[in-house]
């Protein structure tokens, strides 16, 4: 099966910008999908497909994808935004669903 | 729409559980469903996906030791796990598909809280 590569830590001072990437392979043929865990809580979607966000989510957030590599965009990042985001896809390889490790977002 | 998981629980290796997922406010026979799991401190691992037209998806992990399944006349998603494993500890979510899940069903748009499984070895 295929893998999702995800920097574990990434920070950002309040207010900037800041992005989150997900590489692998099958990422070439399917959109990522993001997800925001916050601790104790269960994931929320945030971003999906070619860029669309779910109702209820901020405009801050967006999506963008180039060949192997998704991004996740938080412009102008807040407080509330400190948490852990997973990006995940249909694994093109296999017929299944692959996540990402996790990357760990501070708001500095 | 809501998402309700049941059935969690404290069992020993090699044993058996059912988890159940009451969904409710949306078409639940019209979208494709999913259990996710946590493990301690870990990152998300998916396991089953069963959509809409009742075509059912496994982890390496857990195929032929789980088996995921719907009651439309219940609106309720099951998930059999048996011969469990340490492993199999995690906190285990149910997931709403964004749609029927023919093609691409990695879109989770609902969740629910999650149930928490502990194995004993």
């Known amino acids: 099966s295929s893998e999702l590569t995800q920097d574990p830590a990434v920070s950002v001072a309040l207010g900037q910008t800041v992005r989150i990437t997900c590489q692998g392979d099958?990422?070439?043929?399917?959109?990522a999908s993001w997800y925001q865990q916050k601790p104790g809580q269960a994931p929320v979607l945030v971003i999906f497909g070619r860029n669309n966000r779910p109702s209820g989510i901020p405009e801050r957030f967006s999506g963008s994808s180039s060949g192997n590599t998704a991004s996740l965009t938080v412009t102008g990042a807040q407080a509330e935004d400190e948490a852990d985001y997973y990006c995940n896809s249909r694994d093109t390889g296999a017929e299944g669903v692959i996540f990402g490790g996790g990357t760990k977002l501070t708001v500095l | 729409v809501q998402l309700l998981e049941s059935g969690g629980g404290l069992v020993q290796r090699g044993g058996s559980l059912r988890l159940s997922c009451a969904a409710a406010g949306f078409s639940f026979n019209n979208f494709a469903m999913s259990w996710v799991r946590q493990a301690p401190g870990k990152g998300l691992e998916w396991v089953s996906t069963i959509n809409s037209g009742g075509r059912t998806y496994y982890a390496d992990s857990v195929k032929g030791r789980f088996t995921i399944s719907r009651d439309t006349s219940k609106n309720t998603l099951y998930l059999q796990m048996n011969s469990l494993r340490a492993g199999d500890t995690a906190v285990y979510y149910c997931?709403?598909?964004?749609?029927?899940?023919?093609?691409?069903?990695?879109?989770?748009?609902?969740w629910g809280k999650g149930t928490t499984v502990s194995v004993s070895s």
């Open positions: 997931a709403k598909g964004s749609d029927a899940g023919v093609v691409y069903y990695h879109n989770m748009d609902v």
């Open positions: 099958s990422l070439r043929r399917s959109y």
